[in-house]
């Protein structure tokens, strides 16, 4: 297309976007048609009107690469031709500019933004000092309003997946600015969350409430318990979640009118009227249903009465007659999670899943790739290999350790096994998973060639982290979804393996629950077959009309 054929006013948002397309001269019909087609579907994708949509290039292909396809119900061509057009329009309509330099900032702010002395306080800051500039508002002119007005265009006019985030860090770098560099403007800016706060600290009770529950807790830690206490222990996570259950419905019990000091124990708190009256506090949060919190919440509160306080038993067949009623059925899959598997219905996504750990794999060993970053592939090939193969929980697969989870036999030829002993394990059962030759071979070149490169010989660490012992979980879990969102388009977490690796089994062979139990390390076929009731309904559906299918062409007459 000849240069003469551009726009000159550059579009403020998609709306704008659309109808510069419309107006540029000689713009054949077919190429003013797919363009306006792809703007409207960019739309659609994201789910907000054209007139609310930024047309802010950068960001607005990146949050439509982040869009899984077959969620959005377009095929991965159909998303890539969508960028491509969406580029192409940017460009006929000089909305694109070199680099990141989107708006120029006036010589004022520049000043200013050269004495900042941290590059990620200035990568932080450039947005509103960018606004400011395009308005016209100079450092000595910035009020809170002014600031106000930005924050509201960053909520509802960006296009940043999280802008609460995003103002979070902007007001940490503006208010350390104003501390180091000179002439800074003197505004403090605010972070205000809007998730409504109703938890009090510790300190605005009596000591005694505290005491007493870290006893409580301290007793269900230990492994010697009275008869008539649960015989196993609770873990560190779990224990932590009870003390802020306990503080939380205190804290509800306060903001429904009761005094502070008049809460001076766990007897105050499960109390039946007082009871009702903080669990009435959570449902009216929710809109007045239930909840797996709240229903967690009561069951809690109701252990402690009746093993702890010693409630009556008149009072305990009380609570017992409400935790039932806020219960929650869990039967199946959350339908966020039936979602996601849904994408493996397509064979090519299928195939591309199964087949990334090795694929990852020959990338790393391609040359290609800097070393430091072909380890970190090779890392990501033996943790999707483990998931795909040995379906453990998150905690159990950073916690594998060189000497004593990795197992090889001896006389096994290169074997290898992965052991996970019970009391690592969530539900107390012993994880022993032989691996498959390809897979043992897979994380033999890992183990020899890559890893080495990543830690030291005293760490041992499967996955070895920048300091001793494991990377975070949160580390491995983000790397994992970045990687298959890059090479397979789909999003999946690495809890969601355990459900993938059901799905693939129960596709081929339906209703073989028992198997599945085994594989995943559950206590009970009966409890397995509850919580994945009807993943397997289509596979299970396609054998049942195979059969009938093939009776009604013996049996019926041309």
């Known amino acids: 297309m000849a240069p003469h054929d551009t726009l000159q006013a550059p579009a403020g948002t998609l709306a704008d976007l659309l109808d510069a397309i419309g107006r540029i001269p000689r713009l054949t019909q077919r190429h003013r048609r797919d363009m306006a087609s792809a703007i409207r579907a960019a739309a659609r994708i994201l789910g907000r009107p054209l007139a609310s949509i930024t047309a802010d290039p950068r960001l607005l292909l990146r949050r439509l690469r982040e869009v899984v396809p077959k969620t959005a119900g377009i095929s991965r061509k159909r998303a890539k031709n969508i960028r491509w057009l969406l580029r192409v329009a940017f460009q006929l309509t000089q909305t694109m500019r070199p680099g990141r330099q989107l708006q120029p900032l006036s010589l004022s702010w520049q000043a200013l933004y050269d004495g900042i002395p941290n590059d990620s306080r200035k990568m932080r800051l450039l947005r509103p000092l960018r606004y400011f500039s395009e308005r016209g508002i100079g450092p000595e ?7 106000g007005a930005f924050l509201k265009t960053l909520r509802e006019g960006s296009l940043l997946k999280d802008p609460e985030t995003a103002w979070r860090e902007i007001v940490f770098a503006w208010n350390r600015c104003l501390q180091e560099v000179p002439g800074w403007p003197y505004l403090t800016l605010y972070f205000v969350s809007r998730q409504i706060k109703y938890s009090l600290p510790w300190t605005a009770f009596p000591s005694s409430l505290k005491a007493e529950v870290d006893r409580y807790l301290e007793r269900l830690s230990s492994v010697e318990f009275a008869d008539d206490v649960p015989i196993r222990p609770i873990r560190e996570a779990t224990r932590h979640l009870r003390e802020r259950q306990f503080r939380f419905f205190a804290s509800a019990l306060v903001l429904r009118g009761r005094e502070p000091a008049a809460i001076r124990g766990i007897a105050d708190l499960v109390v039946l009227d007082a009871y009702k009256e903080g669990l009435r506090f959570f449902l009216e949060r929710q809109g007045g249903s239930s909840s797996r919190t709240i229903e967690d919440l009561a069951l809690c509160l109701r252990t402690a009465a009746k093993h702890w306080v010693k409630a009556s038993a008149s009072t305990v067949d009380s609570m017992n007659a409400i935790v039932r009623a806020l219960s929650i059925k869990r039967w199946g899959m959350t339908a966020k999670n039936r979602e996601r598997l849904r994408t493996l219905e397509d064979p090519a996504v299928r195939h591309a899943l199964v087949s990334l750990p090795p694929r990852l794999m020959r990338m790393a060993e391609s040359g290609k790739l800097h070393p430091k970053r072909a380890a970190f592939m090779a890392q990501y090939a033996v943790a999707l290999e483990i998931l795909l193969m040995a379906p453990m929980r998150m905690r159990n697969l950073i916690s594998l350790d060189l000497d004593h989870h990795v197992v090889r036999p001896a006389r096994s030829d290169g074997a290898l096994h992965i052991i996970i002993p019970g009391q690592e394990v969530k539900n107390r059962r012993e994880l022993d998973y032989p691996l498959p030759e390809e897979s043992a071979a897979l994380i033999g070149r890992y183990l020899e060639q890559f890893r080495p490169l990543l830690a030291s010989p005293a760490n041992r660490a499967l996955f070895p982290g920048a300091a ?8 491995l879990a983000r790397q994992i979804i970045r990687t298959v969102f890059r090479y397979v388009a789909v999003r999946v977490n690495p809890h969601l393996f355990r459900h993938i690796a059901v799905k693939l089994h129960l596709d081929r062979h339906p209703g073989e629950h028992a198997v599945v139990t085994h594989a995943l390390g559950n206590r009970s076929v ?19 009309d195979e059969t009938i299918l093939s009776l009604c062409r013996r049996n019926r007459k041309p």
Do not use: I, Q, W
């Not at 002119?141 to 600031?147: F, I, K, P």
């Not at 001793?468 to 580390?475: E, I, L, V």
């Not at 009966?526 to 049942?544: C, I, P, S």
């Open 526 to 544: 009966d409890m397995t077959a509850l919580h994945y009731a009807g993943l397997e309904t289509a596979a299970a559906v396609r054998y049942f």
């Open 141 to 147: 002119m910035v009020t809170s309003e002014h600031a």
């Open 468 to 475: 001793a012992g494991p990377k975070t979980d949160r580390t």
